[in-house]
């Protein structure tokens, strides 16, 4: 276990390949924040792979003073992505946005100023990578100011959709 705080500091995002040396293994990450008014915690299963396509299923931009909901876009390859992040309502339709993702960087996608997407509407998001390998995308939430326990979270995508899904306790 390496604690990255102990090798980056004052960076807003950070991204990470873990490799074995031999053998396999299973990465995840523990994020603690804990700025003015918003404390949370959060493990979140890493990605044994980059995609070209990443799923969420439903998402509702949060309107409460503080809340954000952003999607993190990292591209661990050489070589720059476009992510193009296709919004699906149950009425109406959205123009795809599309965010330059530099090699070996992470970019977030704040989703709560984008105009585009509309706040306290549900809506599904598709987002597909093109100029490289592919990406790993996570969706991160902060909850409102003073909001109580937890005020921030975070999951990866998927990179499949399928007719069959199983949802432990």
């Not at 807003?12 to 074995?20: D, E, L, N, R």
């Not at 952003?70 to 946005?97: D, H, W, Y």
């Amino acid at each position: 276990v390496e604690n990255v705080g102990d090798y980056v500091q004052d960076r807003p995002t950070v991204a990470t390949v873990v490799s074995a040396q031999s053998g396999q293994i299973v990465a995840d990450q523990l994020q603690l924040v804990s700025t003015t008014g918003k404390t949370g915690l959060a493990l979140t299963l890493g990605a044994p792979r980059v995609a070209p396509h990443w799923y969420f299923g439903q998402t509702t931009n949060p309107a409460a003073a503080g809340s954000s909901l952003s999607f993190m876009l990292s591209n661990p390859g050489p070589t720059a992505e476009n992510a193009v992040i296709t919004v699906g309502l149950t009425q109406g339709g959205v123009a795809p946005v599309t965010v330059p993702v530099p090699a070996r960087s992470v970019v977030p996608f704040t989703a709560t100023t984008a105009n585009r997407i509309p706040r306290l509407v549900p809506y599904s998001v598709a987002i597909s990578s093109a100029g490289g390998s592919g990406l790993v995308v996570a969706r991160e939430v902060i909850g409102p100011d003073g909001a109580t326990q937890p005020g921030f979270g975070t999951m990866l995508g998927t990179p499949q959709t399928t007719n069959h899904w199983l949802v432990p306790a």
